[in-house]
């Protein structure tokens, strides 16, 4: 399958790769600006035990925010752009990785209960091991 289909206006494509990369990005912009915007609903409300790893920290959550907020947008900017795509995508299964080898690490030395295994995989471990896979097949695609 190519990475672009269809040309809209000013060059932009729209593909199923783009509407995959649209789809995460939407989910990550929504997550950002609900950090950014409502830290204390998004630390209570998020399912996926916030509280467990600690008080909340308004600041630190918004700090956080900013950053699913640029990567949200860098992937919805990369489902038009297919230039955009390795680097938008590479950037957010990075920060993805790592934030998953931060929930490896805390859930292993005990600092929350075993149940974050199974919490953390549909929106941590998932993420991250989905955005690989995509970043290096857009990345064999591309040249």
């Known amino acids: 399958m190519s990475t672009s289909d269809s040309t809209g206006p000013e060059g932009a494509t729209f593909d199923p790769w783009g509407l995959v990369l649209g789809l995460f990005g939407l989910g990550n912009l929504a997550n950002g600006i609900w950090m950014l915007v409502d830290p204390v609903h998004w ?3 998020l399912p996926a035990g916030v509280p467990d790893f600690g008080p ?3 600041h630190f959550i918004r700090d ?5 907020t640029l990567l949200g947008s860098g992937l919805v900017a ?3 752009v297919p ?13 993805s990785v790592l934030h998953a080898l931060v929930h490896v690490l805390d859930t292993a030395r005990g600092l929350v209960g ?3 295994w199974g919490m953390d995989a549909p929106l941590v471990y998932g993420p991250a091991v989905i955005l690989c ?3 290096l097949w857009l990345a064999r695609a591309s040249r």
Do not use: D, K, M
């Not at 956080?64 to 699913?68: P, R, S």
């Not at 230039?83 to 920060?95: I, K, P, Q, T």
């Open 43 to 45: 630390f209570h409300t």
């Open 56 to 58: 909340l920290n308004e």
């Open 64 to 68: 956080i925010g900013c950053i699913f």
């Open 78 to 80: 990369s489902a038009f």
């Open 83 to 95: 230039s955009l795509r390795v680097v938008a995508c590479g950037a957010a299964a990075g920060f």
């Open 114 to 116: 075993p149940e974050h």
């Open 133 to 135: 896979g995509l970043t």
